[in-house]
């Protein structure tokens, strides 16, 4: 009887332990992001202070999606690193995320990175994101910057992105 109430305090022990420890995880996970998006919207408006106003530029997607982006400018100047800020479909990400690359002129990959949602990604509405692309400033002419859907399924029926033509 006192092996089966010790067992049965183990368990308890752990599972409880489990669920704890799962807790502070989560809530040092949304700390955590919390920081990285605080800290990109103080690089964004350092960035945004050093170049002129800029709107919003729209730019519609091989397959007819609009895709609003706010920083950087088309045609712009790139240096890094570099912020973008913009929105998308929700449904153009996977959990809250969907790849971006920077291009040289010969479609060589210079920079990729997960651009991250800052709103709920299950809607076909407009959500805002954010991303911080580090690369070599090794590159000079023209380039691209590509913001792809994201598509886990890999059906090339599930494609779409979009064009941003920089200079590097």
């Given amino acids: 009887m006192m092996i089966k ?14 669920i704890y ?8 996970e949304v700390d955590r992001l919390n920081q990285q998006i605080s800290q990109l919207n103080t690089e964004l408006a350092t960035a945004k202070k050093n170049q002129t106003p800029t709107a919003t530029y729209s730019y519609t997607s091989k397959k007819g999606v609009s895709v609003k982006v706010y920083n950087p ?21 996977f959990e809250a995320s969907f790849p971006v690359k920077l291009l040289d002129a ?6 990729q990175a997960p651009a991250q949602l800052l ?21 000079s002419g023209d380039g691209t910057l590509l913001l792809q859907k994201d598509n886990p399924s890999g059906l090339e029926a599930n494609d779409d992105s979009v064009s941003i033509p920089i200079k590097l």
């Fill in 5 to 18: 109430v010790t067992l049965w305090l183990i368990a308890v022990v752990v599972v409880v332990g489990s």
């Fill in 21 to 28: 420890g799962t807790y502070v995880w989560q809530h040092r």
């Fill in 73 to 93: 400018i088309g045609n712009s100047q790139l240096a890094s690193p570099v912020i973008v800020m913009g929105e998308v479909p929700g449904n153009w990400s």
């Fill in 106 to 111: 010969k479609g060589n990959v210079i920079a």
């Fill in 119 to 139: 709103g709920d990604w299950m809607t076909d509405k407009p959500v805002p994101f954010t991303l911080k692309l580090t690369f070599a400033n090794t590159s």
